[in-house]
Structure formats: C-alpha cells, structure tokens
C-alpha cells in the first residue's frame, strides 16, 4: 500500500493505521481501498499521495474569522468532551466504541481549527453534567442533536469566513458530522 495524506488533518495514513476509529464510520476501511481519513473522518477526496496539506495565513484572517474558529475550537472540544463522557456512561459496548472513536475524531477537529487560527493552546471548558441522560439511546439522541448542532454551525459560517480554504474545510467537516448523525441513529 502507498501512503496517503489528508490534506485536512495532515495525518499520513498507512497500513499500521488505516481502519484506527473504524467504529464512526458507516462503510469501513480497507488495506486496498482508504475511503476516510481515520482520523478526521473526512472523504477520500481528500486524500491523496501528496503532502501537501490546507493551510491558511492566520495573521491574515479577519476578526470574524478568527472569531468563528475559536467557536469551532470550542464547539468541537465539547463534542469531544461529551463522547469522552458517554463512552464511561454507556452499558453496550458497541455503543461505548462508537462514543469513543467519535471522541477522537471531534478531538482532531478541535486542533484542526487551532492550527487553523493559529491558536497556540485549547481553552479550558467549564465540564458539563449528563447525568440526566441515563441511557444509551438518551445519550445517542443528544450525540445527534450535537451533530446536527455541528452541521448547522458548519453551514452556517462557511460563507463568512475570509478564506477560501477554510470554505472547503467547513464543507468537508460538515459532511463528517453529517455522516456521524447516521451513525448515532443506528
């Protein structure tokens, strides 16, 4: 197998770690055929055998901009928290690995969006209780509502942002967290 990069995330995908999150995608992985980058969870359209990787001039980002990035650092970070969560609340254990490599994979977003913004550390998030949500498909309805959440974000600023290059990011994590609402439905 060759190598691919993900020109999102920048990970080199390979044999070693190509099917690595493998719970939080609906078709899977194989040694022949890469159709997500493992740990962005974006589409093949985004990998290839270059290294180059989607990059922005931070300096040059407006303050709207920058302030839609730390949003997104932020929204992500909470996604991410929350996953972390529910896999500890979680009685199935198909359940708690499907919370635990979504988990993950917000987590790569968050620093995406760090990189991104040229952010140089995350920001310490106030922990939030789920207690209430005390069962698994009460967890998964709320994983979706934070997707679809997600998604509108995504939608929603893809258009004020200053940069093309982060356009094409939003849209390619949008359809992450599209597909993510599928998989918490199942």
Do not use: W
Request: charged share 30%; aromatic share 10%.
């Amino acid at each position: 197998m060759n190598y691919l990069k993900c020109e999102i995330c920048g990970v080199e995908i390979n044999e070693k770690n190509y099917n690595f999150n493998e719970a939080a995608f609906n078709n899977k992985n194989s040694i022949n055929n890469i159709i997500y980058c493992p740990f962005c969870g974006v589409s093949e359209m985004y990998l290839g055998e270059e290294d180059e990787v989607i990059t922005v001039e931070s300096n040059l980002l407006n303050e709207n901009t920058l302030r839609i990035l730390d949003h997104a650092v932020k929204l992500e970070l909470f996604n991410g928290d929350f996953y972390n969560t529910a896999a500890r609340m979680s009685k199935s254990q198909e359940v708690k690995k499907i919370f635990e490599a979504l988990a993950k994979i917000e987590i790569v977003h968050s620093k995406i969006h760090q990189r991104l913004g040229g952010f140089k550390k995350a920001p310490n998030l106030n922990k939030v209780n789920y207690d209430k949500y005390n069962s698994d498909n009460a967890l998964l309805e709320l994983a979706k509502q934070k997707e679809e959440h997600a998604v509108f974000f995504y939608e929603k600023y893809k258009n004020e942002v200053d940069d093309n290059n982060l356009l094409k990011i939003f849209e390619a994590l949008a359809n992450v967290e599209k597909e993510h609402i599928i998989i918490v439905e199942k």
